[in-house]
């Protein structure tokens, strides 16, 4: 069973006292460290004897953790007290099955009570598993503050991005809700790219991501920052841009240099793959606004 699939069956058990430590816990983990037992009692009003009852439960149930004198969340603390949200917000009502199980996220199917499908994706960046150059950046930045923090802000940050796209497009998926390290996003179907599926129209369908970067750039001001055929999804027919945690503003310092990045990123698949041929800098122009077509 999966920390997520653990955390959806613990989470009718918890009883109001646990709750209120787990929140005691983040609050101060998020801000000055890990709390120890005193602390504890005075964040969450609950006197002494009734943390050390909730933290010895939480600590069976594997959603806290002793570090020194104090405690920590695990993943599972985490993602319990998101689902708890979502649950809470009638946003979600079930968790389905794993869609995928990434470097730095998985991600779940969750369903609402009206029958919509959702994907959930639960960040569970580490230290390791930083691949791109811009999160190599980020990891820097980000290196003495906890798994926590980065995990959330991951979370944070691809909704805002998200958000600054919606109705743009139905190719850049809705971002619902945020909470904690997740964030719960509308399900768009397909598959990667990288897979390379049969395309309805292969010479157009360059042609129609360039375009879709080029919204994302003109009228977002948004550069993905780590596209690649492994971030855009496709049913054939249709393409969508996924996974944009790292996205940065069009007027970032290196900007440009993210935006050509993604280009020759995907400019080189498409020649690699389908054998489709356009030259970066044209599709960068393109992308920019600095042309107003590919030829
Ligand atoms: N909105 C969505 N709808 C359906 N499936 C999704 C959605 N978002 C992500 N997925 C699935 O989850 C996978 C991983 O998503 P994403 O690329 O955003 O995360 P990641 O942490 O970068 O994962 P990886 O390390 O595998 O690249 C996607 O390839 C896709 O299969
Ligand atoms: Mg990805």
């Not at 999160?135 to 991005?161: C, G, I, P, Q, V």
């Not at 027919?237 to 310092?253: K, M, N, R, T």
């Amino acid at each position: 069973m999966s920390t997520t699939e653990k955390a959806a069956r613990v989470l009718k058990s918890l009883k109001d006292e646990e709750w209120r430590t787990l929140a005691g816990v983040e609050r101060a983990s998020t801000g000055y460290g890990t709390p120890d037992a005193g602390r504890l009692s005075r964040m969450s009003r609950l006197p002494p004897e009734r943390v050390s009852f909730a933290t010895g439960d939480l600590e069976r149930k594997g959603l806290l953790t002793r570090k020194g004198q104090g405690f920590a969340l695990t993943r599972e603390g985490v993602e319990v007290m998101a689902l708890k949200d979502y649950v809470k917000k009638d946003l979600i009502f079930a968790l389905g099955a794993i869609i995928a199980k990434g470097k730095e996220s998985d991600v779940y199917e969750a369903l609402s009570e009206e029958g919509s499908a959702y994907a959930l994706k639960l960040y569970k960046i580490g230290r390791t598993s930083f691949t791109s150059v811009r999160k190599k950046r980020a990891r820097e930045d980000a290196a003495f503050r906890s798994w926590m923090t980065a995990n959330y802000e991951a979370a944070r940050r691809e909704y805002h991005a998200l958000r600054k796209l919606e109705g743009l497009s139905p190719s850049f998926p809705r971002a619902v809700a945020y909470s904690r390290s997740t964030v719960l996003l509308e399900e768009v179907s397909g598959v990667r790219l990288s897979q390379r599926p049969g395309l309805e129209d292969q010479s157009g369908a360059l042609g129609v991501i360039l375009g879709l970067m080029r919204t994302a750039y003109m009228v977002a001001g948004l550069v993905n920052a780590d596209l690649s055929e492994y971030n855009i999804l496709t049913d054939g027919a249709s393409f969508w841009l996924i996974d944009w945690p790292q996205a940065v503003d069009a007027s970032h310092p290196n900007g440009n240099e993210l935006l050509m990045h993604d280009v020759k990123s995907v400019t080189s698949f498409f020649r690699r793959a389908y054998g489709i041929t356009v030259d970066p800098q044209k599709g960068f122009d393109y992308v920019t606004g600095r042309s107003q077509a590919l030829e």
